[in-house]
Every structure is written in structure tokens, then in C-alpha cells.
Nanobody, 124 residues
């Protein structure tokens, strides 16, 4: 059974940091890319970042470049999203998802598997 399980969300003040984790199982981790998406209330789900497990290539939305860092621990089948300098507008439910490649990484319909999401709330 394919599973993606996010963790690490919570409440943080503006300017603070959080690290999200996405633990994957049930598929060959090295053959997939992992993307992070977020969805704020009343808004569409948007791509945040993607990492290719095969070569480590990374991609970021302009809104998070320089503040968020995606990384992968292939030995643990886990992808992390380090979020620094958080802003209230980063408040959302964050999801990880698996796709074969990051080539159209911000298109949520490209992804085969999804996690259940973790809430991130940034207070001002």
C-alpha cells in the first residue's frame, strides 16, 4: 500500500521556522520525485517545491525561494521541507505528493500519490 505521511506542522510566529517531513512507503522511492503543495482556506492548492530522488534536482515557487529548502534522505525514504523566515501568508495545509519526475512539478494533476496534509499556521 502506498503511503505518504506528513508531519512537523504547527503554530509558529512570523519569522520563525518549521521543518516538515514526508515519509514514503509502498513504492520505489528512488524512482519518484516528491513535491510539496499547500492550500490556504478559500484558495487553490499551489506547488511549493519538488525534489527528484534520483539526482537531487530541486525546484521552488518564487514565493518561497531563499526561505524554504527541500531535501531528501533516500535511506529513510523521507523528504523534508525546511521553512525559515515564515510569514503569515505561508499559513496553509501542506501536502506532499509523489510523481515520476519534477518536470511539471507545480501541476498537481501530475502526481500519483498524496499524503493527508499537515497544518502550518504562522501568526503575525
Amino acid at each position: 500500500e502506498v503511503q505518504l505521511v506528513e508531519s512537523g506542522g504547527g503554530l509558529v510566529q512570523a519569522g520563525g521556522s518549521l521543518r516538515l517531513s514526508c515519509a514514503a512507503s509502498g513504492f520505489t522511492f528512488d524512482d519518484y520525485a516528491i513535491g510539496w503543495f499547500r492550500q490556504a482556506p478559500g484558495k487553490e492548492r499551489e506547488g511549493v517545491s519538488c525534489i527528484s530522488s534520483s539526482d537531487g534536482s530541486t525546484y521552488y515557487a518564487d514565493s518561497v525561494k531563499g526561505r524554504f529548502t527541500i531535501s531528501s534522505d533516500n535511506a529513510k525514504n523521507t523528504v523534508y521541507l525546511q521553512m525559515n523566515s515564515l510569514k503569515p501568508e505561508d499559513t496553509a495545509v501542506y501536502y506532499c505528493a509523489a510523481d515520476r519526475f519534477c518536470d511539471r512539478w507545480s501541476d498537481l494533476y501530475e502526481y500519483d500519490y498524496w499524503g493527508q496534509g499537515t497544518q502550518v499556521t504562522v501568526s503575525s
